[in-house]
């Protein structure tokens, strides 16, 4: 198949990389204005791959959009106009929200919501390290992107496994659950997911869990606050040695994706009328935080 990756951060590169040794094109889409990047893993030897070349995107059989969540829509709308309309979308982001505004810009294509739990890290603008294996589920969220299950097996052949979800927004709503309680705290207290099992933080934690599971099950989840608590510490002691997504964009002082990931619980939340007063207070120190850079 003929691919578009839209962003060349981590995940980005990994299924770029991946997709390409599975033996399909691969096509970048970048910010910067370069018409080829270069890109590896650890220990490998790189690849050239094209960029930011209008006919590929009009070419491409999917379009794999692997920016962040508050770019989503900017970068869907560069490209719209170079994309065949029956082109498969596949977003791959940390958070939620974003797949409405997507279905409105794009209106015809397949769109698919896909989450990983693969961890990759870049060591250089070109080095790219797969820090752990993980799984990722796909599913469609429209008519026509729920006829593209074939996408699964495309995925998990290039990066077992990968399943596709009659019913992606439960597997969304987990992995959102376990980034609104490891990215904040994490990010706030600068320290690796692995620091989060101490029990020191357990109370903190465990509270986290009781609002999010409440706001899942007004949502229609089957779930229990424990699952939400267990779920995030087996993934902070899988990951433990890494630095959130979120713990790296305030050390850089970036953008994070508080937005999306808090962010869209507490709207959610408010909808429900739902009280959710400890994830209420990680959001606004983040956006403290985030509005501090602005004055720096
Ligand atoms: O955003 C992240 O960093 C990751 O989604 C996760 C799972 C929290 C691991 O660091």
């Keep these: 198949m003929r691919f578009t990756l839209v962003g060349a951060g981590a995940v980005g590169a990994l299924w770029g990389l991946k997709l390409f040794e599975a033996g399909h094109q691969v096509h970048f889409v970048t910010r910067k204005e370069e018409s080829q990047i270069t890109l590896g893993f650890e220990h490998q030897k790189p690849q050239t791959f094209s960029a930011n070349q209008p006919s590929l995107g009009e070419d491409s059989d999917c379009l794999v959009v692997c920016v962040k969540a508050f770019q989503v829509i900017d970068a869907i709308s560069a490209v719209k106009s170079h994309l065949h309309p029956d082109t498969p979308v596949v977003l791959m982001h ?3 929200g974003t797949a409405n505004d997507v279905l409105q810009t794009l209106d015809t294509n397949p769109l698919v919501l896909a989450t990983t739990s693969h961890g990759a890290l870049k060591i250089s603008p070109s080095v790219l390290r797969h820090t752990g294996l993980g799984e990722t589920r796909l599913g469609g969220a429209n008519v026509s992107g ?3 299950d074939f996408l699964a097996d495309v995925f998990s052949h290039a990066l077992p496994s990968a399943k596709w979800e009659k019913d992606i927004q439960t597997a969304l709503w987990r992995k959102l659950a376990v980034n609104c309680m490891i990215n904040p705290m994490t990010a706030l207290r600068q320290c690796q997911n692995g620091e989060l099992l101490s029990d020191s933080l357990r109370e903190q934690l465990n509270t986290l869990s009781e609002e999010i599971a409440l706001v899942m099950q007004a949502e229609g989840l089957n779930v229990a606050s424990g699952d939400v608590l267990q779920h995030a510490l087996q993934v902070a002691k899988a990951t433990a040695e890494n630095h959130s997504s979120m713990n790296r ?5 970036r ?3 508080i937005d999306f990931i808090t962010g869209y619980l507490i709207s959610r939340a408010e909808s429900h009328d739902i009280a959710v007063p400890e994830n209420r207070a990680l959001y606004q120190a983040i956006k403290n935080l985030e509005l501090s850079y602005d004055h720096a």
């Design 146 to 148: 729920k006829q593209c």
């Design 94 to 96: 940390n958070g939620m």
């Design 249 to 253: 964009d305030v050390h850089f002082k």
């Design 255 to 257: 953008r994070s994706e």
